[in-house]
């Protein structure tokens, strides 16, 4: 009776194997070759849900696929890897009429290699459908498999053209180098991240998102130093998409901190700015009173500042101003260059709104702002616009009214105002203020 029990459920393994084995049958031993000439060929489901037409669609070179499937009925179109362990992506295409197809579009960059695309049926009765596929080379000479344990190496001056596919999201470089500084360049042919890290990955030496489409790739420069051997990382990230890439690098020139800029904002205060740069960790601001003088450090700051108030300054001294630049790596500073030397006196602003109106017979009443660094105010009058402007008097920093008298009456009068204060027993003046007029009352 054991020996009957045991024969029996060796029948009902086998005829449960063939089973499985017939369905995958129908996708795996009976599938056409798919041809790439972008040419639709048309075919039909058999009757009933889930019954599948399979196609063998094979890739020599790292390409862009486009699936193109045409429905007159229920289907949907899937790729898959070649022994159907990986299911990459699917597309639907429902349509009510025979009449009216419905086209769906299956894009996707490909490594070389063999997959297959199912037709599924959707519905009950057969379904006819037509199907092409394009392919594309992307022209790539990257060396596969290009991961970290079989990084390629990019040659200085070569320009490597690699492309992450669905199959493939992240490639890998070596650069070994004696230069102190490395420029490298890509151009990005769809949305991708590149990451640059140091001998044994232990630090991020530089890193960009790109955004790029095929007609108008994106192209960044990495610049970055500190090391011999140099890995880069290029990948889908956040991305699915994957795409063409192109890569290169040569020896770079020490980076320089750019667009140094001043700014005055009172009588003792400079703004410094300067452009951040992702080759810099600090950056050192410095500052001097002779362009060639000793320069003095006024501080250090990491990179995400971009500005330095200078303060408790001389008006009327003209200061001098660099700033440098540098990576700290295996705890040891690597110094960029200085930047171009720009210079600025701080100083008193002009008297802003000065105003003339009438006021009592042969007279004028002239009135200015109030700025609060002035010690002394300054008032100029000419009988004409261009001509010679004769001090009327000067005033303390809280007076900035002034009647001007024994005017001729319909005569217009022209007048200006200016402010100084003392610094280390002399005068410094502010630039004069706007010019304003009127006509004396008769």
Request: charged share 20%; net charge positive.
């Amino acid at each position: 009776m054991k020996r009957v029990k045991r024969l029996l459920a060796g029948i009902v393994s086998l005829l449960l194997a063939v089973t499985i084995i017939g369905n995958e049958n129908l996708i795996v031993t009976h599938a056409a070759t798919l041809p790439t000439s972008n040419v639709f060929i048309s075919g039909s489901t058999d009757k009933g849900y889930n019954a599948k037409v399979t196609y063998d669609l094979k890739v020599s070179q790292a390409s862009k696929m486009v699936l193109t499937c045409m429905s007159y009925g229920d289907v949907s179109m899937s790729y898959y890897s070649a022994d159907l362990s990986e299911w990459y992506d699917t597309v639907y295409a429902y349509t009510d009429s025979a009449a009216s197809p419905v086209t769906k579009v299956i894009t996707a960059y490909v490594s070389p290699g063999t997959y297959k695309v199912v037709i599924d049926n959707e519905r009950s009765a057969a379904s006819r459908y037509q199907i092409k596929a394009s392919i594309s080379s992307l022209g790539t000479n990257d060396i596969e498999p290009n991961d970290f344990d079989h990084a390629m190496t990019l040659n200085k001056g070569a320009t490597i053209t690699g492309a992450l596919t669905t199959q493939d999201k992240e490639d890998w470089y070596k650069i070994t180098t004696t230069s102190k500084f490395v420029r490298l360049s890509i151009s990005a042919y769809e949305d991708m991240d590149i990451n640059v890290y140091n001998q044994d990955l232990s630090e991020t030496l530089d890193y960009d998102y790109l955004y790029g489409k095929p007609a108008s790739p994106d192209q960044q420069i990495l610049e970055f130093c500190g090391s011999n051997v140099y890995y880069v990382k290029v990948s889908s990230g956040s991305w699915d998409d994957g795409g063409k890439y192109k890569l290169s690098w040569t020896a770079g020139t020490v980076p320089t901190v750019k667009n140094v800029k001043l700014q005055k904002l009172s009588s003792t205060e400079i703004k410094v700015t300067w452009d951040q740069n992702n080759a810099f960790d600090y950056y050192q601001v410095y500052r001097a009173t002779s362009e060639k003088g000793k320069y003095s450090l006024l501080g250090v700051y990491n990179k995400y500042y971009d500005t330095k108030y200078s303060t408790g300054l001389k008006t009327g001294t003209k200061y001098y101003y660099k700033v440098r630049g540098y990576r700290v790596i295996n705890k040891r500073r690597v110094m960029g260059a200085f930047s171009p030397v720009v210079s600025a006196t701080p100083s008193l602003k002009a008297p802003k709104n000065l105003t003339v109106s009438q006021s009592v017979r042969k007279a004028l009443s002239i009135t200015w702002n109030y700025d609060g660094e002035a010690s002394y105010y300054q008032l100029y009058r000419a009988s004409s616009l261009n001509g010679k402007y004769a001090l009327l008097g000067t005033y303390d920093k809280y007076t900035t009214y002034k009647r001007s008298t024994s005017l001729t009456s319909g005569r217009r009068y022209y007048y200006k105002v200016r402010s100084y204060k003392w610094v280390s027993g002399k005068r410094v003046f502010s630039p004069f203020s706007d010019i304003r007029s009127g006509v004396a009352n008769k």
